[in-house]
């Protein structure tokens, strides 16, 4: 793992911080004049069923067998792990910008490393400041996040989705750390709906600081594209050797440029960010380039 970059800068225009269905939930409406009209015969009830908390949700037996793909655990001197603080740090002030919550960390092909980086910021940020960090695998085909921690077995999403079950007793916690993971569950892969997702996220916002999605790739797959249109914001992951010029210029015009914060370059040898910022403005200009980073 060498180094990443945070090279495009935040799009402009501020997030409307959205309501969710909760408030509905937690604020009833009294019309007037009812509580005075209320029959006195009338049971209520004394106590209510409680959804279980995210401080309920059981631990993550953890026991990473890839510490290399994990490295912001084990090994925060390297050179992989700084560039993700810096990432994190910028992130951080992006959302007090920009008031969202939820991260999509996608790219345009398989490898390039989206996954790695979804879990290494997930794990960053939730170190930093303690903030309630959730990190969902999204990526139903393969739950790699979920084998990251060793959770494939257990129920989430796809659970969730499918039963209509609210999300949080499908959660998991990672010991010693304020990071809470969503796997993908069991069950047929269903096709994510967008509508379902955001339901979803909004849901889960009211509990969580970040929530940092990983995807599979944004231009081949329906899930993909159901994710970023749920999600407030996202980041693009390219890597030098993997990412086909043309299918990130394709992606790029595929996506809602709105909410793309930038682009992580993985895996780069090349010390100057200035390669890809110069990339992208070509690709942005419609010009030629060669055929992949
Ligand atoms: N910078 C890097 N240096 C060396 N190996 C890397 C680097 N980034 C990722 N890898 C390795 O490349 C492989 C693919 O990484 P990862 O699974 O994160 O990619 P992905 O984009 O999530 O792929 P997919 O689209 O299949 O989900 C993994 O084995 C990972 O350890
Ligand atoms: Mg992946």
Redesign the pocket.
Known sequence: ??RFFELLNKTAGQTKQRGSPWDLLLAPQVPNGDAQQMPSEVPIATTVPTAPTINEAPALAFEPH?K??IFALHNDRNL?AENIRILAGRLNYLQRQLLFKTLLIS?T?????????AANLAITLASRDNKRVLLIDG?TR?A?VSRLFNAESSPGLNDCLSSGTPPFQFLRRMPTMSLWLLPVGHGAETPLRAGQLGQLLARLSVEFEWIII?S??ITLLANAAAWAVAAERYLL?V?RGVTPKKMFSKALESIDQNKLLGAVM??CIDQSQTHYTRYYQQIARGEDTSSSL
């Open positions: 793992m060498s890839s290399d793909r992989a790219g092909t398989k490898g390039e490393g989206k996954t790695v980086i990526d393969q790699s990983d599979a790739p992951v890597r993985n895996d």
